[in-house]
């Protein structure tokens, strides 16, 4: 990872790719709501800009969307490091003054950064999740487990907007196809 001199960019890309949070979930997180000993994160807000334009605390998009992220074992140090020396003791991913961030422009001028860096071709912030969708579903998750984990509440969205193939899976499964069916005995 590009960022990882850096322990908040680190957590955040980590956020983004490894438990497919949205922005405003990220942004919404506090670090009452991180327990690394039971190895849980409580999605329960995100952050948006309010009618007046201030940062505010809503649930999330949907019920589904209010959930318990397990975290693996291998982001566990990635969190630990960061909350040993936080930038805020409330927030998880503070605004550059502290307290809640202000401006989500700077969580995707920071995204794009780490994408630059790593030398990768832009994607936007929220590319993220079906990224992590797409990681679960190579690694062999069901799609209603990777449905649960981006909190959709039907596997149907998950589907539609998240999962997608590649040439490569396609090549694979035409060739597997094609030689049971051209198997000759």
Request: charge should be neutral.
């Amino acid at each position: 990872a590009s960022a990882h001199g850096d322990p908040r960019a680190l957590a955040r890309l980590a956020c983004a790719l490894i438990l497919g949070m949205r922005q405003g979930e990220a942004l919404g997180l506090r670090w009452a709501a991180v327990d690394l000993e039971a190895q849980t994160i409580d999605v329960a807000w995100a952050l948006t800009r309010g009618t007046d334009g201030e940062p505010t605390l809503v649930p999330p998009k949907s019920a589904s969307s209010r959930r318990i992220i397990p975290l693996p074992d291998a982001l566990v140090p990635i969190l630990r490091v960061y909350a040993d020396r936080p930038e805020d003791p409330v927030w998880v991913f503070p605004g550059s003054q502290g307290g809640p961030e202000r401006n989500a422009k700077r969580d995707w001028q920071a995204w794009r950064a780490a994408l630059a860096d790593a030398g990768v071709p832009a994607v936007p912030l929220h590319g993220a999740r079906a990224s992590a969708a797409s990681l679960l579903r190579d690694m062999g998750c069901s799609e209603r487990m990777i449905a649960d984990i981006l909190g959709h509440r039907e596997v149907r969205i998950t589907q539609q907007a998240y999962l997608r193939t590649t040439d490569a899976q396609r090549r694979a499964a035409l060739q597997s196809a094609a030689l049971e069916l051209l198997a000759v005995d």
